[in-house]
């Protein structure tokens, strides 16, 4: 450095000052260098023609996400501040793509959400991104409230509109003033559709109310539609109060198909095939044993720099499990039915993460020790995921009419379940061996499970316990219960001799 040179010049500000702003800085004069710090083994003094110090910028960031709120501006202090949303659960009109290298590097996008896709919220973004292109912004705020959650004084924006782009979408509100409709933001921009727009808007009030519906109709074909997925994972606490939420838009719909479901009735064959061509709404419930709540939030926000927001929740919950460990949380994924909203046909879908409920350890508990009776009122509670083992309870106590109710139930859900025969179980427990046979009967065609010793064993157990009175039609299910077999195929020929294949007989429910 020069001996007249200013403190800020110094070659070790200047290093920070680049590192700090990841910035490439140049020096084009003979300037002096030596080292001051000794740490050198020789003394290194001379004149130098250039410096270039290049900042080493990071692959990857350390922490990424999308948030959604509201903008506000501090003119005062030249600041633009973005509010994250109050509401958790709605859906605000902007949102900023954030990638956080470092304190010092902080990139982000702002984009308005398809959900919205309102013409204001577009031309309201575009005044920030050319304030903010103009330097006419010292810093860039988020906040949650009153609490200040990232300060950045350099931000770098990305995204950014052309003049087309702003002149359609001026062009739009005009019309959307005009007809008092939402048209919304088209996905793909043309001069030819601004000509069709100038001309509907220059036009709009010498037209006849139904030449206006055609005209109208006719420039929103003139975009096509365009499938968007969105996605909120919403965390939730011990009083179902929301913690945290996450966000995400993905164009195109999920692939039903591919979420491998594979229905075991022919019923529920042709229920979802229903949904899957509709995309129709559902419901996925899972839960981890590796992660509580939060920890799987934070799990998922640190792995959706490489992967899509569903496919990481999937893979999270696919991880292998390596030693036994209580069920820490519970994930439910509900699929919501798409809703057009102006240019854009968008499917919400919604996953809640909360941490598991005690009692359903205990349940699994009491299920592991084989103590069903016990468990009645928590498989009452938790019934939907526990119909098999209800049904069994219910017989084991004796409630012989609420088993077999139960046992239906899952049957109608899977038709190759357990619960047939369990359903046989109960029918023997009222008495009833002939009805009590033709549901053994067909549980050892139909059930994908090993029908030899544990049926039997239960059996006889039961009745021993209860102290049954047995027929001549008992010992005939003992000895169709004393060999094992493997269930049918759809395709074969049912065991009843009708001659029609078992999936069009007493295998179909």
């Not at 559902?282 to 920890?295: D, G, N, P, V």
């Not at 949380?329 to 919604?350: A, L």
């Not at 010793?453 to 006889?460: D, F, I, S």
């Amino acid at each position: 450095m020069a001996t007249d040179a200013l403190p800020h010049t110094g070659l070790d500000t200047i290093v920070r000052a680049a590192g700090m702003s990841h910035q490439k800085v140049s020096i084009h004069k003979n300037v002096r260098i030596e080292d001051v710090s000794g740490h050198l083994p020789e003394e290194i003094t001379g004149q130098l023609m250039s410096v270039e110090i290049s900042p080493h910028v990071p692959d990857k960031p350390e922490l990424s996400g999308l948030l959604m709120g509201n903008f506000a501006e501090d003119t005062e202090y030249g600041t633009l501040i973005f509010q994250l949303s109050e509401d958790k659960t709605d859906i605000s009109p902007f949102c900023v793509k954030l990638n956080i290298f470092n304190n010092a590097l902080i990139k982000f996008n702002i984009k308005t959400t398809n959900t919205n896709g309102k013409t204001t919220d577009y031309l309201k973004l575009n005044r920030y991104l050319k304030k903010m292109r103009n330097l006419e912004y010292r810093r860039f705020k988020i906040v949650n409230g009153d609490e200040q959650i990232l300060i950045s004084s350099c931000p770098h924006v990305n995204d950014v509109f052309t003049s087309l782009e702003i002149d359609i979408v001026s062009k739009l509100r005009e019309l959307e003033l005009k007809t008092g409709r939402f048209l919304g933001i088209p996905h793909y921009f043309s001069e030819s559709f601004l000509a069709s727009l100038h001309r509907l808007n220059e036009s709009w009030e010498g037209l006849m109310e139904n030449k206006r519906e055609r005209e109208f109709n006719k420039l929103r074909k003139q975009q096509p539609i365009v499938k968007f997925t969105t996605l909120k994972v919403i965390l939730k606490g011990e009083h179902d109060e929301v913690l945290n939420v996450l966000y995400s838009e993905e164009r195109g719909w999920i692939n039903y198909n591919s979420i491998g479901f594979n229905p075991n009735s022919k019923a529920n064959k042709a229920l979802w095939q229903s949904i899957a061509k509709k995309h129709g709404p559902f419901t996925l419930s899972s839960r981890s044993r590796i992660y509580k709540a939060e920890e799987f939030y934070d799990a998922l926000t640190n792995s959706l720099t490489e992967q899509l927001l569903l496919q990481a929740v999937i893979n999270l919950l696919n991880q292998p499990v390596n030693e036994p460990s209580c069920t820490k949380s519970n994930i439910t994924i509900n699929f919501k039915v798409p809703v057009q909203s102006g240019w854009s046909n968008i499917q919400p879908i919604e996953i809640e993460i909360k941490d598991v409920d005690p009692l359903y350890n205990k349940l699994e508990t009491l299920i592991i020790a084989e103590d069903y009776v016990s468990a009645i009122q928590l498989l009452e509670r938790y019934k939907d995921g526990f119909l098999e083992d209800l049904a069994f309870a219910y017989a084991l106590d004796g409630r012989y009419d609420d088993s077999v109710v139960c046992a239906e139930e899952a049957i109608r859900i899977d038709h190759r379940s357990i619960a047939h025969f369990t359903k046989g179980l109960a029918y023997a427990g009222k008495g009833d061996f002939k009805s009590a046979y033709s549901a053994y009967l067909l549980a050892v065609h139909v059930c994908n499970v090993a029908t030899y010793p544990v049926p039997k064993e239960n059996l006889e157990k039961l009745i021993n316990v209860k102290k049954i009175q047995t027929d001549e039609v008992y010992d005939q299910i003992i000895e169709l219960l004393n060999q094992s077999r493997s269930p049918m195929k759809d395709n074969e020929k049912c065991y009843c001799h009708s001659g029609r294949k078992f999936i069009n007989c007493h295998g179909s429910l």
